[in-house]
């Protein structure tokens, strides 16, 4: 198992750490991929489905989950693996362990699924961190041996800043990365991309708007997926940035908007949830005060030298 790799530029093939009592040394790192310098590519290796492990008597649940580089603050080209989820993704699984569907890849290139057990209780008391004002849970993880992620920086979530410079706005494209009633891409296991609009506005402050809504049907297993944007020759700062592509997350998919619809008969009246296919989506600033809340990457053991 390893926590935490070397990260170089916006994406690398990660190294492969190996826990001990004796912090290992630094590895060479490979020349990354040209295949997974492409941002839908990365999020689409690095999203995952997160499912309730058995428990006699509990009903099963699902949800979507990413794993995202936190920088050591000192040794910024080292980082440890954070999982993002919605909060009530956990909330909603009994017991102290999930299954998490990752994948390897064989070396004649085949992606193979790989279920592995993650903790997220002990003796009960939940060892993810969720955000106090947002639906958001963060934990830092550890891959298995065959498990190489290309992963993005924290420096990717979205924040007022990003969001600004961008002139980010109603009737943006967005991206999700999902499992829609545990439906899969494929069979190795890669959640399944869908397009839609920014159904609502302001976007910011991000601090007191919280969520966004997103023009995009919300099914069980949604909870938790990215949301992002990838948008080449956009217009901001009153230009045209031909040849330019940009990409960052913008949130996590949290719930479905529904409408209530009122009924009555003669004897009787009732309000019935009617589904608007919107989404409301926590906006990735969240997710970036949820990571640093989490303690520093330099506190934890096996630190790289």
Known sequence: MRNYFLLVGLAVSLPQLSLSQTPPQPPQVPSPKPDVTEFNTILMEATFEIQSAPVPGQPSSLGTAFIIGRPFIKQPNWSRYVLVT???????????????????????????????????????QPLWLK??????????????????????STAMLADDEMLKKFQVHPGDTLVCLGYPFGIESSQSGFPVLRSEKIASFPLTPTAEIKTFLFDFAVFEGNSGGPVYMVDRDRE?????????????????????????EQLYGKYSAEIRRIPLNLATVVHASFIKEAINMLPSPGDLPQTPK
């Open 236 to 260: 901001y700062e009153r230009a045209v940035h031909m040849g330019e592509t940009i990409g960052f997350v913008a949130g996590l998919v949290s719930a479905e908007t529904t409408g209530n």
């Open 86 to 124: 919605a909060a009530h993704v956990l909330d909603g699984m009994a017991g102290n362990a999930a299954i998490l569907n990752l994948r390897k890849q064989t070396q004649q290139g085949v992606w193979q699924k790989l279920p592995v057990p993650l903790q997220i209780r002990n003796n009960g």
């Open 131 to 152: 955000h106090p004002n947002a639906d958001v849970a963060v934990m830092y993880v550890s891959l298995p041996d065959g498990v190489s992620i290309p992963l993005m």
